[in-house]
T-cell receptor, first 113, second 113 residues
Framework: DGGITQSPKYLFRKEGQNVTLSCEQN?????MYWYRQDPGQGLRLIYY???????QKGDIAEGYSVSREKKESFPLTVTSAQKNPTAFYLC????????????FGPGTRLTVT | SQQGEEDPQALSIQEGENATMNCSYK?????LQWYRQNSGRGLVHLIL?????REKHSGRLRVTLDTSKKSSSLLITASRAADTASYFC?????????????FGAGTRLAVHP
């Protein structure tokens, strides 16, 4: 089956620890994205990547980092510098530009205490 | 920056009734997309309407776009309990270079049997 996988589904961390969220796609899409969703709100773009070895900051990149070493993978690290990391994180990919249809993974719910 | 704003924030209807959700935006767009999100899951793309289109249909879904009023509506006809979800509009702003989707806060739809 083609699609996007994110792991784990739930993640718990202590304050001050870095944590890496996994995102893998087998859709052969060039572009990949990370969004953050807070309760009752829309999605906010953290980082995006149009091609391997290249990525750009989105609207709320502070406290986050990414890498894009392989076409299939776009991991997100939530660093201790992120002031309010508890949220639902969604990864997506698209075949075309950022304005084409995006395919989403199931999400990772991160809780930091 | 949040460009698309959905209205109403929440909608509760009976099975068989029609559901209408609206989206307003502020700047010129290349296209507008509607997504659905079941509770705790990723988003699923429903329909994309381009700026030069006025209406689009997909099964029980009907989307309209009025660029003069900077607004769109999503109509779900003959609703079912399985349509219970949050619905988001996402706008693709018209500007130079790489562009992204900007998501609204969504409309929570509850369809009661």
């Amino acid at each position: 089956d083609g699609g996007i996988t994110q792991s784990p589904k739930y993640l718990f961390r202590k304050e001050g620890q870095n944590v890496t969220l996994s995102c893998e796609q087998n859709l052969n899409h060039d572009a990949m994205y990370w969004y953050r969703q807070d309760p009752g709100q829309g999605l906010r773009l953290i980082y995006y990547s149009q091609i391997v070895n290249d990525f750009q900051k989105g609207d709320i990149a502070e406290g986050y980092s990414v890498s894009r070493e392989k076409k299939e993978s776009f991991p997100l690290t939530v660093t201790s510098a992120q002031k309010n990391p508890t949220a639902f994180y969604l990864c997506a990919s698209s075949a075309g530009t950022g304005q084409s249809e995006q395919y989403f993974g199931p999400g990772t719910r991160l809780t930091v205490t | 920056s949040q460009q698309g704003e959905e209205d109403p924030q929440a909608l509760s209807i009976q099975e068989g009734e029609n559901a209408t959700m609206n989206c307003s935006y502020k700047t010129s767009i290349n296209n507008l997309q509607w997504y659905r999100q079941n509770s705790g899951r990723g988003l699923v793309h429903l329909i994309l309407i381009r700026s030069n289109e006025r209406e689009k249909h997909s099964g029980r879904l009907r989307v309209t776009l009025d660029t003069s009023k900077k607004s769109s509506s999503l109509l779900i006809t003959a609703s079912r309990a399985a349509d219970t979800a949050s619905y988001f509009c996402a706008t693709a702003p018209f500007s130079g270079g790489y562009n992204k989707l900007i998501f609204g806060a969504g409309t929570r739809l509850a369809v009661h049997p």
